[in-house]
């Protein structure tokens, strides 16, 4: 089994930055991609932005110039820079990996796992 934690949120007020970390951990053959979804009351969830092993990242529009993804020198870790944020940018963030891994039997396993949720919440 591979778990997933997620810290950083809080409440900030507009204009000001939050970082998020996530961490995984487990019996990890490789991480293929990682990224951070969010979703807010009333709505889908939504990906905010992702980063694959190679480095390449893919953001949501309404982010791009104010969020930056980056992994650990772990790659086991991805953090989200959130900068400029915006009462919009209020929801519970979570943390999405594609991982490789063993599972009991020490079979070779892909599997897509989640973190619980952060909150974020942006006064205005």
């Known amino acids: 089994q591979v778990q997933l934690v997620e810290s950083g949120g809080g409440l900030v007020q507009a204009g000001g930055s939050l970082r998020l970390s996530c961490a995984a951990s487990g019996i990890i053959l490789s991480i293929n991609s990682m990224g951070w979804y969010r979703q807010a009351p009333g709505k889908q969830r939504e990906l905010v932005a992702a980063?694959?092993?190679?480095?390449?990242?893919n953001y949501a529009d309404s982010v791009k110039g104010r969020f930056t993804i980056s992994r650990g020198n772990a790659k086991n870790t991805v953090y989200l820079q959130m900068n400029s944020l915006k009462p919009e940018d209020t929801a519970v963030y979570y943390c999405n990996a594609d991982v490789d891994s063993l599972n009991r039997d020490y079979v070779r396993t892909n599997d897509d796992y989640w973190g619980q949720g952060t909150q974020v919440t942006v006064s205005s």
């Open positions: 980063i694959t092993s190679g480095g390449s990242t």
